[in-house]
């Protein structure tokens, strides 16, 4: 299974050759029936995340919704505030890329701090981005991951970008009071395109680079399909 993304990127944050994710050694023909049913719905998520990206570029920005709620189900859902991210359950010692690290640039009042993604706009007006990895890489488990700084004043998430998208910007609910972590990313648009679409759309392009390493190991288990 090899997942590609019908537009060309002019950005590359990291040496191609480079995994997405690290992991220990495991063997997919073990995998109980209840390990082959969470990854077969990892691999449905990561199908409609690739049909959701694939929309995006074709114009439907409204896409990046859906998105987020599947990026919750990976990486960052909760049952009883303990972790129960569909990843951590397949893959408990999962590690994953870090991106580079937010730090304050300038001096005296021009000073800033630059967005962990890299923008690229493109003919006809749809806007990309990517996340802007660590070099050299650095692989950091799940639970300091989804952790990882994306604004340093107020200080909000990764896990922060995703919650809020999802659950209130349309992935999976919608609130009539959006929090204040929402209303701090739409505002932070260096293009017309608000961070709250930005970081969804980086987050899907690492999720389609983690799916093309991860899901032909998962599918030497032969009731494992796609």
């Known amino acids: 299974m090899h997942i590609e993304i019908p537009i060309n990127m002019d950005v590359q944050r990291k040496p191609n050759n480079v995994a997405a994710f690290r992991a220990e050694e ?41 998105i987020s709620a599947q990026l919750r189900i990976l990486f960052c859902d909760t049952q009883r505030k303990k972790d129960h991210s569909l990843l951590n359950r397949i893959h408990p010692d999962i ?8 730090e304050y640039e300038g001096e005296g009042p021009l000073v800033f701090a630059s967005a962990p993604y890299v923008i690229t706009e493109h003919q006809g007006g749809v806007v990309d981005a990517k996340l802007d990895i660590a070099m050299p890489c650095q692989y950091i488990p799940l639970s300091e991951w989804r952790e990882q700084l994306v604004e340093l004043h107020p200080k909000l998430t990764l896990n922060d970008v995703i919650r809020s998208v999802a659950d209130q910007d349309g992935g999976a609910h919608i609130d009539d009071n959006e929090c204040a972590n929402l209303t701090i990313l739409k505002n932070h648009n260096p293009t017309k ?22 899901v032909p190991i998962w599918l030497r288990n032969e009731k494992v399909l796609v």
């Open 95 to 102: 590690k994953l890329l870090a991106f580079k690290a937010l």
């Open 26 to 66: 495991f063997d997919p023909a073990q995998f109980d029936s209840l390990k082959v049913k969470q990854v077969q719905g990892a691999i449905d998520s990561i199908k409609v995340i690739h049909s959701c990206l694939k929309s995006y570029f074709d114009g439907q920005v409204h896409m990046y919704k859906p």
């Open 193 to 214: 395109t608000g961070s709250n679409i930005l970081f969804i759309i980086a987050l899907a392009h690492y999720v389609i680079e983690f799916a093309n390493g991860i």
